[in-house]
């Protein structure tokens, strides 16, 4: 019986074309991504595909108004015709557009799978051939509902992470981790296998709409961050992404426009509130850390960053009441939470 996919472009380097130096999306590459399936896939003719492209950007260019345009294309189709849905794009952005995917579309019924390249498809080394191959074998074999993002790292196994739990790509690399380094199947000789049990039951669905606000800042740490520096007149909240060990500067010895303590009390006073992570819940926590808690910070807990904003986004974009705010914050939608 032939499987019926919905498959999505939005641009991306499995989306462009090198022409000189310069690389750049080209709507004709997501059809070459077709033919090259079609040539690798032992038996193609198995697979009916649909195709929109409802956006052709480079994914360093994406912003969360993006986000409901891929949305609207997916839900304008009749979903109940479809076995599975792939949404090619890029690898900049790819963590973040996975965790909104996820979390938006928490009550899916069907798989919805990202494949990304690390290069243009002319390349010989190019993996988005192999992982749009793992994106349909998985609508193949599997019947499992949710977001997920297939990916293989260069001399290692294909891996497919769960999208509300992938990291942005290591630095200096093409490489995707989940976070704790922990992918959640692997797919080896043709099989797919298992690397973590997590049960639907752990999951809390709710109807969404595709609204995510544009008032959050994030802020990342550094030696000598100057708070003094934001402007907050266009800002309804902060996250604030930590040090590894859940940490971010709480001492004011070189100026109190390098304290986040202080950041969170100026913020306070504006009535702006200031969430934290990624942070491992524990009853124990560095001094530092216990600081910001006290002076107002509120942790997003056993979450990571990409996960955090775009739940963020969602909450804000969505409700307008700290108690719904809190709700939505605190459910676990997509596996998002460790």
């Not at 070459?32 to 409802?54: I, W």
């Not at 345009?69 to 963590?95: K, N, P, R, W």
Request: include cysteine; proline fraction near 5%.
């Amino acid at each position: 019986m032939k499987k019926n996919i919905l498959l999505v472009f939005t641009g991306g380097t499995i989306g462009s074309q090198l022409s000189g130096d310069t690389m750049n999306t080209d709507g004709n590459a997501g059809f070459k991504l077709l033919q090259r399936f079609t040539e690798q896939d032992p038996k193609p003719d198995s697979v009916n595909f649909k195709t929109l492209q409802p956006l052709q950007i480079l994914s360093e260019n994406l912003h969360p108004s993006h986000w409901p345009q891929i949305i609207a294309a997916i839900e304008g189709e009749d979903l109940g015709q479809f076995d599975g849905i792939i949404v090619t794009h890029g690898t900049d952005s790819l963590a973040f557009s996975a965790a909104a995917l996820s979390l938006y579309f928490n009550g899916l019924s069907i798989p919805l799978l990202l494949v990304s390249s690390d290069l243009p498809l002319d390349n010989p080394q190019a993996n988005g051939v192999a992982n749009f191959l793992c994106a349909v074998e998985f609508i193949r074999q599997l019947d499992l509902a949710g977001v997920f993002v297939p990916y293989r790292n260069p001399g290692q196994v294909m891996q497919i992470h769960l999208g509300a739990r992938l990291s942005s790509c290591l630095p200096l690399s093409s490489d995707f981790i989940s976070v704790q380094s922990q992918a959640w199947m692997r797919l080896e000789n043709g099989q797919f296998q298992s690397l973590q049990n997590l049960a639907p039951s752990e999951l809390s669905s709710i109807a969404l709409k595709p609204d995510f606000s544009k008032r959050i800042l994030l802020i990342r740490p550094y030696p000598g961050l100057d708070y003094s520096t934001y402007n907050l007149d266009a800002v309804d909240a902060v996250l604030h992404d930590l040090y590894h060990s859940g940490t971010a500067c709480a001492s004011s010895a070189a100026g109190e426009q390098y304290s986040l303590v202080e950041f969170v009390k100026r913020c306070a006073g504006r009535g702006i509130k200031i969430y934290l992570a990624p942070a491992l819940y524990s009853e124990s926590a560095y001094a530092s850390t216990r600081e910001l808690l006290d002076c107002g910070a509120e942790m997003i807990w056993n979450t990571s960053l990409e996960a955090a904003y775009a739940k963020l986004l969602l909450a804000y974009g969505n409700f307008d009441t700290p108690q719904a705010i809190y709700a939505l914050l605190v459910r676990n939608l997509a596996h998002e939470q460790l």
